[in-house]
């Protein structure tokens, strides 16, 4: 069975789930945000090979495939499913929002254990980086990089603008999720937690020093079937040594049994859409709420796809063929507002998010429990890094004349 899939108990579908569509949905919902939980992140030397590194991607909401989009969105239609006619709650009790701020740091919670390296002041893959330039630096080549600067266009801001990863759209509680205030930041603040391109472009001997010469390569088994070539010598294995204390066959051993955890969370999480009766519940009751409220959504995971859809048609590709204006800008923070209080209301008097944060916790307890050796080696590599990984922040700051800065992911919270 592949990783990607959600893990479907034998036997016959259990008779709640043929006759619920509110369980399909929720079990598909919750596949679709599992595989937007990264593994706590790797090094950019398991991305090399033959001396190519592959660049990190920044953490986005993921594009779900359009087959299960149709299945998704279109369940209702194809059983017949309407929403109850019975007056649906809106506003909620002061104790219900209290409590849904509480589980929404519950499941924040989680997310960080998941991934610690997302509130570093650089992210794990970037202090690389200035490693490796640094141990190029020594050997005498040229790798002066440029300052970043903040957009120079509404466009360019918009291609710098976070996203609402779905997974994290289940603990969203606030009054926006950050992605119109992330675009109009980029027009006032250069990006943090990124290098800019070399001055002089790459320099001779690169390619050499970076993988050594000869290079030396490592290939491990990743535990699905796959296998992971990384370089182990040059400045990508100098670097490890200095981010991480040791070296990065020790790494990657240490690593690749903790990267699996987040599909394995995804797979618990799938199988509680089918047997957890009050998620089903509070998911339905979310999504008559939002509804009523204008809202037409199935599962906080459409979430994102409302915003990329609103981004696409009032920023990206207008209908008149005209550019973004700051008055479009203002129009996609409107929505954006309406949206994110509409679903935090729902959330609240749904009682979804105390529900999903005790799905989500209990899950990854009992994951966290049978894997705890392997967590506790890799938190301990990550201890290092995180001493590196402070002092190449201050540096980077000193150097800047400016206090270093905290790259977030998103302004859901």
């Not at 066959?249 to 394995?264: C, G, S």
């Not at 206090?403 to 992911?409: A, F």
């Amino acid at each position: 069975m592949s990783p990607h899939d959600p893990r479907t108990p034998s036997g016959p579908t259990p008779e709640h789930e043929e006759h619920d569509p509110t369980a399909q949905r929720l079990r598909h919902a919750l596949s679709r945000a599992g595989r937007d939980v990264h593994a706590p992140a790797g090094i950019t030397a398991a991305a090399l090979r033959a001396g190519h590194r592959r660049r990190r991607q920044r953490r986005a909401a993921l594009a779900a495939p359009l087959a299960l989009l149709a299945l998704v969105g279109g369940v209702g239609a194809a059983t017949g499913w309407r929403p109850s006619t019975d007056p649906v709650r809106t506003v909620p009790a002061v104790e219900q929002v209290r409590e849904g701020e509480r589980a929404a740091q519950s499941i924040d919670g989680v997310l960080a254990q998941l991934a610690p390296e997302n509130d570093w002041p650089l992210h794990p893959e970037t202090a690389e980086v200035m490693l490796i330039d640094r141990c190029m630096a020594q050997q005498g080549l040229n790798v002066q990089r440029a300052p970043l600067a903040p957009a120079s266009s509404l466009q360019q801001a918009i291609d710098r603008g976070g996203e609402l990863p779905f997974l994290q759209a289940w603990a969203a509680h606030g009054s926006d999720y950050g992605m119109a205030g992330s675009i109009r930041q980029a027009l006032q603040q250069p990006p943090t937690g990124v290098l800019g391109e070399f001055v002089h472009g790459t320099p001779d001997g690169y390619e050499e020093a970076l993988n050594g010469d000869p290079a030396q390569e490592l290939t491990l088994p990743t535990g699905n079937g796959g296998r992971l070539t990384v370089v182990t010598t040059g400045c990508t294995g100098q670097a490890v040594q200095e981010l991480y204390g040791v070296g990065v066959e020790q790494y990657q051993r240490t690593y690749l049994p903790v990267r699996a955890l987040p599909e394995q969370l995804q797979e618990s999480l799938a199988e509680a859409a089918q047997d957890d009766e009050r998620l089903r519940n509070a998911v339905r009751a979310w999504s008559q709420c939002m509804d009523a409220r204008g809202h037409e959504v199935d599962t906080p995971a459409d979430l994102p796809l409302r915003l990329q859809e609103q981004r696409r048609d009032v920023l990206l590709d207008k209908a008149d063929g005209t550019g973004a204006t700051a008055a479009d800008l203002d129009a996609f923070a409107a929505f954006e507002a309406s949206l994110a209080q509409a679903d935090r209301a729902c959330k609240d008097t749904s009682d979804l998010t105390p529900v999903f944060a005790e799905v989500l916790t209990r899950s990854w307890e009992r994951l966290a429990g049978q894997h705890a050796a392997e967590l506790a080696a890799y938190r301990a590599l990550l201890e290092h890094a995180r001493t590196v990984v402070d002092q190449l922040a201050t540096g980077t700051a000193a150097r800047s004349g400016g206090s270093s800065e905290r790259s977030t992911g998103d302004g859901a919270r």
